[in-house]
Structure formats: C-alpha cells, structure tokens
C-alpha cells in the first residue's frame, strides 16, 4: 500500500509540497564581521519544516570546506562564501530566483 502526504492528500512519488514550499521561500545570503575580524556568512529564510537544516548545514560545511552551525532556523558558516553559495545551493534544488545575495 502507497504512503500518502497528509498535506495534499497524493502518493508520497507524486507529492508536491516540497517543491511548492521551495519556490515560496526567499533566501538571503551576506556576511558579517564578528570578534577579531572573523567573517561569517549567513544563510536565512530557508523553511525549516521543508527541509531539515541540519542536514542542509552539515552539507554546506561540506561543500565549502569549512565549520558552521544552525541558530534560530538560520545557518551560519565560517568565512566568506557569498560568491559560491548560490551554485551550491542551486545545485541542491532550490530556485535561483529565490536566492538573493546581499553585500
């Protein structure tokens, strides 16, 4: 027997809610000194039910080769990652046009 999503009432192959919960988020990503010159960027407006952040976080850390954590649904990475964020998450399948990037 097929599981069905209690959301949208489809089979779990044909469910469309992660996907129309990823094209109503708007992300924002910039960076912000701290203590001692350190830098971090900051990932939010990801939708914390949609997806689990701390997996999302452990493979940003991954990906960008550095630390990072999870603090009131948003992600902070260590160091400067503004320019190459954006690929990497497109390449994770959320939307370009969500994703804004701030100086």
Known sequence: MQEICPRCGLPKELCVCREI???QQKITVYSINRKFGKTVTIIE?????????K???????????????????VIELQGD????????????GFLPDSIDIRE
């Open 21 to 23: 919960a990823r094209e």
């Open 45 to 53: 407006g990801i939708d914390e039910k949609g997806k689990d952040l």
């Open 55 to 73: 997996e999302l976080t452990k493979k940003l850390k991954s990906r960008m080769a550095c630390g990072g954590t999870v603090k009131n649904g």
């Open 81 to 92: 990652h503004k320019d190459k964020i954006k690929d990497v998450l497109i390449e994770m």
